[in-house]
């Protein structure tokens, strides 16, 4: 039985830039992206907003560990993880073994790129201070998953897949 596994998970903050290096560093290497909040959403039939209001961020976790366990046993291609889905240890553990890209970005780039907020619920009520907060938080775990780190601060999208790439190999 061949099992798949992702060429690359990219991990980050929200405003990292995930989903379009994924896409661009998946066309590059002329294979699937996939996202697990895009995952996430299929599962539940709604988007992730409408997950936080209904049911709750635990319930929301406890999908994403679901939907990262599931896709890190499936995805062949390249991998996006939700920015908060390296908090559960369960999700760092099953990174191990894994070729996991940080994408790192500073607080002034992220706000830029996160439109205020805007479909991100965890990012509603304070944008700039919440961001600041998901930053601190998760760049520990960020760091302890990662292969390689890949700064994104005021950087166009392909030259950031340029750098993945030369970091796989490719």
């Known amino acids: 039985m061949t099992v798949n596994r992702p060429v690359c998970v990219l991990v980050g903050a929200p405003g990292a830039g995930k989903t379009t290096v ?4 998946a066309g ?22 409408e997950i936080f209001v209904d049911e709750g961020e635990a319930h929301f976790r406890a999908l994403e560990r679901a939907a990262v366990a599931a896709a890190l046993a499936s995805c062949p291609g390249v991998l ?10 369960e999700n760092r553990a099953e990174l191990v ?3 996991v890209v940080y994408l790192s970005v500073e607080l002034t780039d992220a706000i830029k790129r996160v439109d205020l ?21 998760r760049r520990p775990f ?29």
């Open 22 to 25: 994924g896409r661009a560093l």
């Open 28 to 49: 590059a290497l002329g294979v699937e992206f996939r996202d697990t909040d895009e995952d996430i959403e299929r599962m539940a039939g709604k988007p992730i907003p």
């Open 80 to 89: 996006a993880l939700g920015g908060g889905a390296v908090l559960a240890e």
């Open 97 to 99: 073994g894994h070729t």
């Open 117 to 137: 907020g805007v479909g991100r619920p965890l990012l509603a009520l304070n944008p700039r201070a919440t961001l600041r907060y998901l930053l601190d938080q």
């Open 142 to 170: 960020y760091q302890e998953v990662a292969t390689a780190t890949v700064v994104t601060d005021g950087r166009d999208p392909a030259d950031i897949v340029t750098e993945v790439l030369t970091l796989l190999d490719r």
